[in-house]
């Protein structure tokens, strides 16, 4: 069964940097783009960052945008979050995504066909 799996999370303080990997196993998949999103206790789940394979464009929430850079691999289906300045605001679990048609709209969890079961990052002030 293919899978997304997510790595990388922990328990940081603030000001500190984290990187977040996320790799398919199990199998093959011909994708669009990755993602990642993130959820916080209590709250609805929300976009943090994409990139689409053709053209390498990538997309930011304005919330991280200049701490927050993601990258990754079409061939090899794998993308990483580089996380720096962390606030405690940055507190959730984080999930990796992968679609395999085209997005309209990158920022909509709807359209993200895979997901992983997310890693926990907590930032403490």
């Known amino acids: 069964q293919v899978k997304l799996v997510e790595s990388g999370g922990g328990f940081v303080q603030a000001g500190d940097s984290l990187t977040l990997s996320c790799a398919v196993s199990?199998?093959?998949?011909?994708?669009?783009?990755m993602a990642w999103f993130r959820q916080a206790p209590g709250k609805e789940r929300e976009f943090v960052a994409h990139i689409r394979w053709i053209g390498g464009r990538t997309g930011y929430t304005d919330s991280v945008k200049g701490r927050v850079t993601i990258s990754g691999d079409k061939a090899q289906n794998t993308v990483s979050l580089q996380m720096n300045t962390l606030q405690p605001e940055d507190t959730a679990t984080y999930y990796c995504a992968l679609r395999t048609q085209p997005a309209a709209q990158p920022a909509d969890w709807s359209e993200w066909t895979h997901w992983g079961q997310g890693t926990q990052v907590t930032v403490s002030s």
């Open positions: 199990g199998g093959t998949l011909s994708s669009y783009g």
